[in-house]
Nanobody, 119 residues
Framework: QVQLVESGGGLVQAGGSLRLSCAAS????????MGWYRQAPGKQRDFVAV???????NSADSVKGRFTISRDNAKNTVYLQMNILKPEDTAVYYC?????????????WGQGTQVTVSS
């Protein structure tokens, strides 16, 4: 019914930048919040950033000032601009959307995209 597909991950040197994208498709009536989490090997999945339908944002302290979340409501797409990347940012990044596909809103997740930052 609903799919979220991430793109833009890859290998980058410390101090570099990457831009992740996540496009939602399928039977979508409305999207509330969209956001990003990340999971490093052997660790739990951690919150990175979130954006609501009005453009309000929040992000983890560890990425404040370096990562910027944005969205294009017309394209059902959320972005994560990552600057000044550090080796500790290495993780699989997952996007999610709180999406109304039927009567109710539910959380949908992408398959993840690998980000590797070399020192």
């Amino acid at each position: 019914q609903v799919q979220l597909v991430e793109s833009g991950g890859g290998l980058v040197q410390a101090g570099g930048s990457l831009r992740l994208s996540c496009a939602a498709s399928g039977r979508i009536f409305s999207i509330s919040t969209m956001g990003w989490y990340r999971q490093a090997p052997g660790k739990q999945r951690d919150f990175v950033a979130v954006i609501n339908s009005g453009g309000g944002t929040n992000s983890a302290d560890s990425v404040k000032g370096r990562f910027t979340i944005s969205r294009d409501n017309a394209k059902n797409t959320v972005y994560l601009q990552m600057n000044i990347l550090k080796p500790e940012d290495t993780a699989v990044y997952y996007c999610y959307g709180n999406i109304k596909s039927g009567l109710y809103y539910s959380d949908y997740w992408g398959q993840g995209t690998q980000v590797t930052v070399s020192s």
